[in-house]
């Protein structure tokens, strides 16, 4: 497989030896599997099990979780470059945006001892995965208007509502669910979470039929009075948003890092085959009309490389509001930088892009999904629009 371009010159200067050690690391397993392994288990049908049980091994899955639970202890920098390294491979895991990313994260930070100690092991060593539920037809990922409700039935809670492009509920042991309580002094509805364990009666998948090649398929919920008893909430009834954000700012970094290990690939490829695709006597990319093309894609993915870093960092140390401006920011950058990376490597490569044996027909699709998913580019230019440049909001 070709080897993909370093992700930075000075990055001595913005990431620790450890981190260093890690990407390397990653990169050397990621390598091992490539993307024709990646082509092989979506092709059949199948996924990434023999890579994600060894990433897991490593210790790789749970780097962000703590300690005591068997994860790494450190943070999503370090989960966000597994994730980077792995798509810079060819073989990126969806999952590592859901399960320790997002499902960790807020159970790290809000779930109970118990919920904790039940969960964190196994999405730490990769035994475990949990899928995230919030988006719904009518609502997009608008927190919002969210319809799913919550209501109290004695003890326990009763859950219901729809869900839609849920991903990996088939491999998932169980579910984190974004619903809405009523609010006992205000009567208005307020985000909270549930985990609903795969095989709870009411909880229904169907999987969507998707024009997108991966391992990890799609899939409609419905929840019908589906109970839940009292553990099955996360954190606090009243934290809100507060920790529905906790599990968004870090996907919307791994989101970047997903899309930033893509477009390294593509441009993997494309210099490779730039190098020594020869017409005329000489490599097409001699040619600037090829050649300055890729320099603008790889001057794009380290701009939004170091976007991604500054978010992740930002996360790490406690700062949820800078945190959630930067991985906006991030993921706006790293999915403009994903796209247009891939779009230009099929170019580069002319019909040898659509072929098979070459792998980058089929991100045009996924490289797109960056676009659309968590977040549309839209909706993070209005975030930035008010809550960065104080401009009014029009709805």
Same mark, same amino acid.
């Not at 500054?310 to 140390?317: E, G, I, M, V």
């Not at 509001?321 to 779009?343: R, T």
């Given at each position: 497989?070709?080897?993909? !371009? !370093?992700? #930075?010159?000075?990055?001595? *200067?913005?990431?620790?030896?450890? /981190?260093?050690?890690?990407?390397?690391?990653?990169? &050397?397993?990621?390598?091992?599997?490539?993307?024709?392994?990646?082509?092989?288990?979506?092709?059949?049908?199948?996924?990434?099990?023999? *890579?994600?049980?060894?990433?897991?091994?490593? =210790?790789?899955?749970?780097?962000?979780? !703590?300690?005591?639970?068997? $994860?790494?202890?450190?943070? @999503?920098?370090?989960?966000?470059?597994?994730?980077?390294?792995?798509?810079?491979?060819?073989?990126?895991?969806?999952?590592?945006?859901?399960?320790?990313?997002?499902? =960790?994260?807020?159970?790290?930070?809000?779930?109970?001892?118990?919920?904790?100690?039940?969960?964190?092991?196994?999405? &730490?060593?990769?035994?475990?995965?949990? &899928?995230?539920?919030?988006?719904?037809?009518?609502?997009?990922?608008?927190?919002?208007?969210?319809?799913?409700?919550?209501?109290?039935?004695?003890?326990?809670?009763?859950?219901?509502?729809?869900?839609v492009f849920i991903s990996g509920v088939d491999i998932a042991d169980a579910t984190l669910i974004v619903g809405r309580t009523e609010d006992s002094r205000t009567g208005r509805l307020k985000p909270c979470l549930f985990i609903v364990d795969r095989d709870t009666p009411g909880f229904e998948r169907r999987p969507i039929p998707m024009e997108l090649q991966a391992p990890e398929k799609q899939f409609e919920l419905v929840l019908d009075d589906v109970r839940l008893p009292?553990? +099955?909430?996360? =954190?606090?009834?009243?934290?809100?948003?507060?920790?529905?954000?906790?599990?968004?700012?870090?996907?919307?970094?791994?989101?970047?890092?997903? +899309?930033?290990?893509?477009?390294?690939?593509?441009?993997?490829?494309?210099?490779?085959?730039?190098?020594?695709?020869?017409?005329?006597? /000489?490599?097409?990319? %001699?040619?600037?009309?090829?050649?300055?093309?890729?320099?603008?894609?790889?001057?794009?993915?380290?701009?939004?490389?170091?976007?991604?870093?500054?978010?992740?960092?930002?996360?790490?140390?406690?700062?949820?509001? $800078? %945190? $959630?401006?930067?991985?906006?920011?991030?993921?706006?950058?790293? &999915?403009? %930088? =994903?796209?247009?990376?891939?779009?230009?490597?099929?170019?580069?490569?002319?019909?040898?892009?659509?072929?098979?044996?070459?792998? *980058?027909?089929?991100?045009?699709?996924?490289?797109? @999904?960056?676009?659309?998913?968590?977040? #549309?580019?839209?909706?993070?230019?209005?975030?930035?629009?008010? #809550? #960065?440049?104080?401009?009014?909001?029009?709805?």
């Open positions: 497989m070709t080897e993909a !371009p !370093p992700t #930075s010159a000075g990055q001595a *200067l913005l990431e620790t030896t450890e /981190q260093r050690d890690l990407r390397a690391a990653v990169a &050397a397993l990621g390598a091992r599997y490539g993307r024709a392994y990646f082509q092989r288990v979506t092709a059949e049908g199948k996924h990434t099990d023999e *890579l994600w049980g060894e990433a897991g091994k490593l =210790g790789y899955l749970g780097v962000n979780l !703590p300690e005591r639970y068997g $994860g790494g202890g450190r943070g @999503v920098t370090e989960l966000a470059i597994v994730l980077e390294e792995l798509g810079a491979a060819g073989c990126p895991l969806l999952m590592l945006v859901v399960s320790p990313a997002i499902c =960790g994260t807020v159970i790290s930070r809000f779930g109970t001892d118990e919920q904790r100690a039940r969960w964190l092991p196994g999405l &730490a060593d990769g035994s475990r995965k949990m &899928a995230f539920g919030i988006t719904e037809p009518d609502a997009g990922s608008n927190s919002h208007r969210i319809t799913t409700t919550a209501r109290r039935d004695g003890t326990d809670w009763l859950l219901t509502g729809r869900k009292a553990d +099955a909430l996360v =954190g606090e009834e009243d934290a809100g948003l507060l920790q529905l954000f906790a599990g968004l700012n870090p996907e919307r970094i791994m989101t970047a890092a997903f +899309a930033l290990g893509m477009g390294r690939y593509a441009l993997g490829q494309a210099v490779d085959y730039a190098r020594t695709r020869t017409v005329w006597k /000489q490599p097409i990319g %001699a040619h600037q009309a090829v050649a300055h093309p890729l320099a603008q894609a790889h001057i794009e993915l380290e701009l939004a490389g170091l976007m991604t870093r500054k978010a992740a960092q930002l996360y790490d140390a406690g700062d949820d509001v $800078g %945190a $959630g401006e930067a991985a906006n920011m991030a993921k706006y950058a790293a &999915a403009e %930088a =994903g796209l247009k990376a891939v779009d230009q490597a099929v170019h580069t490569l002319g019909g040898n892009g659509l072929t098979t044996e070459y792998g *980058l027909a089929a991100l045009l699709n996924a490289a797109r @999904v960056a676009r659309i998913a968590p977040v #549309s580019r839209e909706m993070i230019l209005n975030y930035v629009s008010h #809550s #960065s440049l104080g401009l009014p909001k029009s709805y």
